[in-house]
């Protein structure tokens, strides 16, 4: 059984410090238990308080946050920005692009009309061509090879890309000379042999009607 045997008030030591709210209690108790064991206890002490934050601290944290999220805006704002860059990059290159093929297509019309290269004048030589030989014996087509290739280059080309059968057009404007040059040798060829041979043919019969008179 527990029994107190006395109460025995401590008096206040002396110091220039004030007591620090986490000090020992003055006043203390003892205890006798059984077996004459005494045991001295001070009273149950105050919860210890949490040193309040200092301002510094909390100035430093709030400015810490601060710094974070206008990093964090930073970095938002640059995204934002590096995207809408790259839109106005890709639209000023399709723009310039879409310039070039322009210009492109108008030059290929200034060229195809200032010579005339374009399909129906082609088809008007080949034919003027074949009308002039139309009397030739065994006559072959004029060009057929290049013609079939500048006619399926005008077919799968689109309109910006007609420049590109540019190559087929010189070769075929200069197979088409080149036949027309050399049937129309071949013509004049033949013509002067059958002119010799109806000349002969006058001298032979105007010498047999001079043998008869």
Known sequence: MLE??????????????????????LFEFDYKMGSNQSVRATHFQRPREHP???????????????????????????TLTRGTNLKLTKAKEDYKDMIYMEKLKCLD???SERFGITVDNM??????????????????????????KLIDCYDNASNDDVIKCWDTIGA???????AGVRRLYERSERDAR???????????ARHHALKDI
């Open 52 to 78: 309040p934050v200092p301002k510094e601290s909390s100035e430093e944290e709030n400015r810490i946050s601060i710094s974070n999220k206008m990093v964090e805006r930073l970095v938002e704002d640059a």
């Open 4 to 25: 107190v045997i006395s109460y025995i008030p401590q008096p206040p030591m002396k110091s220039s410090r004030p007591p620090s709210p986490h000090s020992p209690n």
């Open 123 to 148: 088809n008007a030589l080949v034919n003027r061509v074949e009308v002039r030989t139309a009397n030739m014996v065994s006559v072959e087509p004029v060009c057929a090879d290049i013609k079939k």
């Open 109 to 111: 019309d200034n060229h």
């Open 194 to 204: 059958d002119n010799a041979r109806r000349s002969r043919h006058v001298q032979h």
């Open 172 to 178: 075929f404007s200069q197979c088409v000379q080149d």
